[in-house]
């Protein structure tokens, strides 16, 4: 076939499809029709007549939309839409601003982060929070960091005494109480992909012992200091280095003899009492991003302070005197048993 063929020949109607699927539409519509008058054909009266009367209605309502939209108006279906969006749409807002208000509510009531009556209400002694969720693998300063917006802390880790390994749970010490409640907000938050759960502890005897207790008195020629409470990470030379300016002789930290894990404990000696005089003063002064470890002087334990009852048993606890045995004593041959 040559493409001058090709060129004069007609285009096909490209309306066919569209043609078929209202031919189809038609037959359909057609055939349902012709199905409702067939059923309705074989009703009994009562039957009949109501459902002659739904449909007079249906027609009748298609009559009333097809007027109205000729009109531009909204049916009474779309009406009924519109209303029920916009009450859902106030719904959802009175909603919201309910909750907020009662939020609000809340925490002025509860004393929240920013109610004074929360500031007055804090306890100073409560800084301690206790921790669990913790991954296994997080270390002290793992958790340091995580609270590093909120305040320097002093974390302890607990773990198994005999492995050594994390329970997933640690104490977390802060310098005030206001850290230590802004802590608690850190419920929810992923240490290492891990939710964790704060809450603060309760402020027992120990700890307001533990407040009430400063550096001590001093005794005569003190050239020592015991520090408690020093963050798990802390080393030997951070002591040095902290105490560069006090004439250092010597740092000691006390370790566990089990997991060999620093207890939180050191004592460092100095080469003269004025070094000890000036290591009491950087009390409240942050060694390694925590300042809430305590200071107190050395003292040294007097031996044989009871030498008086040393060896002695107390008066009650002594058993009865054995009385002196009275009686004659009898040789006995040594013969006597071959008789």
């Known amino acids: 076939m040559s493409d001058a063929s090709l060129k004069s020949k007609p285009a096909e109607p490209d309306d066919k499809q569209p043609e078929d699927w209202a031919t189809k539409h ?3 519509k057609a055939q349902h029709k012709k199905s409702k008058e067939e059923l309705l054909a074989a009703m009994s009266g009562k039957d009949k007549e109501v459902c002659e009367k739904r449909l007079a209605e249906t ?6 939309n097809e007027k109205c939209k000729a009109k531009g108006q909204m049916t009474k279906k779309e009406k009924y839409k519109a209303r029920k969006s916009e009450l859902k749409a106030a719904k959802g807002l009175e909603k919201a601003q309910d909750g907020a208000s009662s939020t609000s509510k809340r925490s002025n009531a509860d004393g929240g982060p920013e109610s004074p ?3 007055q209400k804090l306890n100073p002694l409560a800084v301690r929070c206790f921790l669990t969720g913790l991954p296994y693998n997080a270390t002290e300063q793992h958790i340091v960091s995580h609270f590093r917006e909120v305040g320097p802390a002093s974390v302890e880790v607990l773990r198994d005494r005999h492995t050594g390994k994390s329970n997933g749970t640690a104490f977390a010490t802060f310098d005030t ?7 608690v907000s ?8 891990r939710w964790i759960r704060v809450r603060l502890c309760e402020v027992r005897e120990s700890d307001k012992l533990r407040a009430n207790v400063g550096p001590g008195e001093k005794p005569a020629d003190c050239q020592s200091i015991v520090l408690t409470g020093l963050l798990p990470t802390v080393e030997d030379d951070d002591l040095w280095t902290f105490y560069e300016d006090c004439d250092v002789q010597s740092v000691s930290r006390m370790m ?5 894990i620093f207890r939180g404990m050191a004592f460092v000696d100095f080469t003269s009492t004025d070094g000890v005089d000036m ?3 950087k009390k409240g002064k942050a060694l390694k991003g925590s300042s809430s470890f305590h200071i107190r002087y050395k003292v040294e334990k007097v031996e044989n302070a009871h ?3 040393a060896g002695k048993i107390a008066s009650h606890n002594r058993a009865a005197k054995v009385p002196d045995w009275k009686g004659t004593r009898k040789a006995l041959d040594s013969d006597s048993d071959d008789e």
């Open 186 to 193: 850190y419920t929810g938050s992923e240490i290492q992909k």
């Open 59 to 64: 027609v009748a309502r298609k009559k009333e």
């Open 26 to 28: 038609a037959a359909k």
């Open 117 to 119: 009556a929360k500031k």
């Open 177 to 183: 109480a206001e850290q230590a409640s802004e802590a």
């Open 307 to 309: 030498d008086s009852r």
């Open 256 to 260: 566990d003899t089990a997991t060999g």
């Open 279 to 281: 290591a009491i003063k």
